[in-house]
């Protein structure tokens, strides 16, 4: 067994085990991937300020997210096709984050279905929904969401129609993969991923298939998204989204000040500055770039949490410092998961815990409640002079 001490060293076994298909679908940004590049070179563009003779002992990254107690401030983004990445892979994630003691949220479009989810994990998860152009649809999902007793709702703002990742189409994406020429080649070497999915509870998109009818081609991601998500979602829509759903919402995909103040004005719990992993607006300003924005426009109003890029405990604790109260991860557990199932993301969470304390020390901080700008050497005009 490899030694594993960076969430990289999961990316390269990850590689090697899942379909190039899958594996393509999570390493895509859209169109020339600059924001996705971006996410993640703009975090190393912060540097961190040594302390020392600072009494370390006793420290702390246990935090609390809306509220939640949390292990860290690092939950599992919503990630569609997770039950691709590995065989019953919303299941194993939701298991890894409970044990961890952080927040699992499921995507709308995941293969395990919500019910699923919450059949295999006694704890209360976050669903993340995707507004369809079928009201009916998003009411039932929404109550399926409630009877589960998923404890936030995640709506997702960024992405009414799909940013174009070139590969998908190139790959055909779907779910279960098609089998082609091009496909079964690649299939013959992922043996081991196979046989695992053969025994799975599921292979096409749980919360869709068998909930909607009249859809021409349920397996692929790009026909579902353009037949039935809704392109006119407003403020006003989410407004009533949330009255629907009547508990904690987030909202997250917010890149922009004035659409942070009013999804505050409106009484989200939380927002998320995130710009989907750069697989929607390419061209856009990465979130960690955009967050010292956001926190000047709506700090004290809402909480703020951030994603897109993370890949560290190091990143994580540049987030924290300048104002966000939780992050989230999306490819760094992917690739714990395709990896090694449940345990890879164990692992992932495990390396990003230590990275964080470890750093956290290093800054002379014991808890991280207590950093802060005076933690961090932002370069000057990080946010960028841009003209209005
Ligand atoms: C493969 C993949 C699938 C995703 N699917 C969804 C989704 O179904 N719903 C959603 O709100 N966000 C989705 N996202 C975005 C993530 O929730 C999150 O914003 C993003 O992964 C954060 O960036 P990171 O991967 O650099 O951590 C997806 C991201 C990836 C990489």
Request: proline fraction near 3%.
């Amino acid at each position: 067994m490899p030694v594993i001490t960076n969430i990289d060293d999961l990316k390269r076994i990850y590689e090697r085990r899942v379909p190039r298909m899958f594996y393509d679908y999570a390493e895509s940004g859209s169109w020339t991937e600059q924001t996705f590049r971006d996410n993640s070179a703009d975090f190393h563009d912060i540097r961190l300020r040594q302390k020392v003779a600072v009494d370390m002992s006793g420290r702390s990254t246990a935090s609390q997210m809306i509220g939640q107690d949390v292990a860290m401030p690092v939950a599992l983004a919503p990630v569609g096709l997770t039950g691709m990445q590995h065989a019953d892979g919303e299941m194993k994630a939701a298991k890894a984050a409970l044990d961890f003691g952080v927040p699992f949220t499921l995507s709308t479009m995941s293969i395990n279905s919500i019910e699923d989810v919450a059949e295999h994990t006694c704890a209360p998860f976050w669903f993340q929904l995707y507004t369809m152009k079928d009201e009916d649809y998003v009411r039932r999902l929404i109550q399926r969401a409630k009877d589960a007793n998923c404890s936030a709702l995640v709506i997702t703002l960024d992405l009414q129609i799909l940013g174009q990742r070139h590969k998908d189409l190139k790959n055909g994406l779907s779910a279960p993969p098609k089998l082609t020429a091009k496909t079964i080649a690649n299939l013959m070497t992922k043996w081991a991923w196979g046989i695992e999915m053969l025994g799975a509870k599921r292979r096409e998109f749980g919360n869709i298939v068998g909930h909607v009818q009249g859809i021409s081609d349920a397996s692929s991601l790009g026909a579902w998204t353009a037949e039935q998500f809704d392109p006119s979602l407003d403020w006003k829509k989410i407004e009533k989204l949330m009255e629907q759903w009547g508990g904690k919402v987030i909202l997250k995909g917010i890149l922009d000040p004035e659409d942070a103040k009013m999804a505050a004005k409106l009484g989200a719990d939380a927002i998320v500055v995130s710009n989907h992993g750069g697989r929607q607006l390419d061209g856009a300003l990465s979130s960690i770039r955009m967050l010292p924005r956001i926190m000047d426009a709506v700090a004290g109003d809402v909480e703020v949490h951030l994603d897109s890029g993370i890949r560290s405990g190091q990143d994580v604790l540049k987030a924290l410092a300048l104002g966000a109260k939780g992050t989230y991860i999306g490819r760094a557990f992917v690739y714990g998961l395709g990896a090694m199932g449940q345990k890879g993301v164990t692992t992932a969470l495990e390396v990003i815990q230590k990275e964080l304390d470890t750093t956290m020390a290093l800054c002379g901080e014991r808890n991280v409640a207590d950093l802060g700008p005076h933690n961090l050497l932002v370069p000057q005009d990080f946010c960028g002079r841009w003209q209005e």
